[in-house]
C-alpha cells in the first residue's frame, strides 16, 4: 500500500521520467565504492524479505536477479533453496565482482541490460530488484519477461517508496 505524502491526481497527471543514468556512470560508480553501501547492515531487511520470497516460491527451482549489481541478493540466498541462479547487470564492474566473490557451480553472473537481455531458458523466480525505475518503460520491461517465467514462475518486486516508483505501480 502506498501512502498518501503525494496526492492521487499528483501521481495520476506527472508523467514518468527515466533518471538519465547511462552505462558509463554505472561503471563509474562501482569502481568508486558508491553502490558499497548495499552490503551494510542498513539494507539487510530489504535483501532478506527479497531472499524469503524467493525462497518460498522457488521450491528449489531457478531465480532471475535482474539488477543484481555484484550478487548481493544472492548471498541472502539459503544455496540448498534454488537450482540455478542467474544475476543480469548492466554494469560489467559489479559482474566481474560478482563473478569474484559470489560465483559457484550453480550460478552465472551477465553484464547485460535488462531491458535487452534474453534468457536462454525460463525461471521460477524473476527479480527485478531496485532496478525498474532505471528503464524506459518500466511495465513493457516486465511483460517482456511473462514469456520466461515457468507455468508457476512469480515476478519478485523491489522498488524503494519515491515518486518514481508509485508511477510504475499506478
Known amino acids: 500500500m502506498v501512502s498518501s505524502l503525494v496526492p492521487d491526481w499528483f ?27 548495499l552490503n551494510q547492515p542498513d539494507e539487510l531487511a530489504r535483501y532478506s524479505v527479497i531472499a524469503s520470497y524467493c525462497q518460498f516460491f522457488t521450491s528449489g527451482g531457478s531465480i532471475l536477479d535482474n539488477g543484481c549489481g555484484e550478487g548481493i541478493l544472492k548471498q541472502h540466498l539459503n544455496p540448498n533453496s534454488y537450482s540455478q541462479y542467474v544475476g543480469v547487470d548492466l ?25 535487452q537481455y534474453v534468457p536462454d531458458t525460463s525461471f521460477d ?46
Request: aromatic letters at 18%; glycine letters at 2%.
Open 11 to 37: 501521481i495520476k497527471w506527472y508523467p514518468y521520467r527515466i533518471r538519465s543514468h547511462p552505462k558509463t556512470l554505472w561503471e563509474t560508480e562501482y569502481s568508486d565504492g558508491f553502490w558499497d553501501y
Open 91 to 115: 554494469s560489467e564492474d559489479a559482474i566481474v565482482r560478482a563473478n569474484a566473490t559470489r560465483n559457484d557451480d550453480k550460478s552465472t553472473f551477465i553484464a547485460a541490460d535488462v531491458e
Open 125 to 170: 523466480i524473476i527479480a527485478f530488484n531496485e532496478c525498474l525505475y532505471y528503464t524506459t518503460k518500466p511495465l513493457e520491461v516486465v511483460k517482456r519477461y511473462e514469456p520466461y517465467l515457468n507455468d508457476k514462475g512469480v515476478f519478485v518486486i523491489s522498488m524503494v517508496d519515491m515518486l518514481k516508483s508509485r508511477k510504475i505501480w499506478y
